[in-house]
């Protein structure tokens, strides 16, 4: 399992196991027992997702320490909304059992995000959270970040699979060394519908899905795919032992298209 070094220094797995829609119960549980056995050691959830409890329980009854798995979560849009970051942050450390967590990030935009970061900002004085970041920030929201606050965001997690690049997102990123976490890096499961990725699967002998996860790594991206499966968890974590060409790269990059199957950062309304 490969780390990526953030802006803090400090090294957060490039694969991680995605939650959202997974229950708050066994379902969720089981998921991360599997991700952990298959070598997963990162976990990203948020308090919209409902499910931080099951997570809480599937750390504390896992066979690896808690401080062997990185563990992110997000404040939503109303807490960030209502001034309550710091709040929020302290309901979602009692729902997830744990003392601190790895990375907090503010989940989207809205209306209150600069206070909401400076929020952040006390939190990592005070070591409830290890890193912070921010979620679906775009090139004219985190330059507010940069200019207004005092600390770099160390990750921005954003819908990135081969539809959909975000360029603009990413080379701002890259300037001030901030990681991209992709989120729906699989399309929400509409990888199957795009016949290229089965195609160069069958020269590694590897499927589809981790042909597109292959290029979010080799493209330094850290990766978050979710199922709740445990053969599809496996799989997905099986990604170590082929490397995409330069030519199977190139092929992939040519299929952006600007094609969203989440919301817009720059106009959604929750
Ligand atoms: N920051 C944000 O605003 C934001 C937004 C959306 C998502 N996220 C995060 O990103 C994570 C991943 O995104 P996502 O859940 O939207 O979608 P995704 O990971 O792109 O795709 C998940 C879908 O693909 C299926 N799948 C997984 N592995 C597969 C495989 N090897 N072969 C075939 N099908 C497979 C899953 O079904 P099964 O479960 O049945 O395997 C599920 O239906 C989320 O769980 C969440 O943690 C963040």
Redesign the pocket.
């Known amino acids: 399992m490969k780390n990526i070094q953030l802006n803090n220094g400090l090294h957060m797995p490039q694969l991680?196991?995605?939650?959202?829609?997974?229950d708050n119960g066994q379902e969720t549980i089981n998921a991360i027992h599997w991700a952990l056995e298959a070598g997963y050691r990162h976990v990203?959830?948020?308090k919209i997702?409902k499910n931080e409890e099951a997570v809480g329980k599937a750390l504390k009854t896992a066979s690896v320490p808690r401080e062997d798995v990185w563990l992110t979560t997000?404040v939503w849009n109303d807490d960030i909304r209502a001034g309550r970051t710091i709040q929020a942050t302290e309901e979602s450390l009692k729902r997830l059992d744990t003392d601190y967590v790895d990375l907090m990030?503010l989940?989207?935009p809205v209306d209150g995000y600069e206070t909401a970061w400076r929020e952040l900002e006390s939190l990592l004085v005070d070591g409830k959270v290890r890193a912070i970041g921010v979620?679906?920030f775009m090139p004219e929201h985190l330059n507010d970040i940069l200019e207004h606050g005092e600390i770099v965001p160390a990750v921005n997690?954003?819908?990135y699979?081969p539809y959909l690049v975000q360029a603009d997102a990413i080379s701002l990123c890259d300037e001030h060394k901030i990681a991209i976490t992709?989120?729906?890096?699989?399309?929400?499961?509409n990888?199957?519908d795009e016949p290229l990725f089965a195609k160069i699967g069958e020269a590694h002998g590897k499927?589809?899905?981790?042909v597109v996860l292959r290029w979010c790594l080799q493209n330094d991206i850290i990766v978050?795919?979710?199922?709740?499966?445990q053969g599809?968890?496996q799989?997905?974590a099986d990604l170590f032992d082929f490397e995409l060409t330069e030519e199977e790269m190139v092929a992939i990059d040519e299929l952006e298209r600007g094609k969203r199957?989440?919301?817009d950062p720059r106009n959604f309304d929750f």
């Not at 978050?224 to 499966?229: G, L």
């Open positions: 991680g196991l995605g939650v959202w829609q997974s990203d959830t948020a997702y997000k990030l989940h989207w979620s679906n997690q954003i819908e699979h992709a989120w729906s890096p699989l399309m929400q499961g990888f199957k499927t589809a899905a981790q978050i795919p979710k199922s709740t499966n599809r968890i799989q997905n199957f989440g919301p």
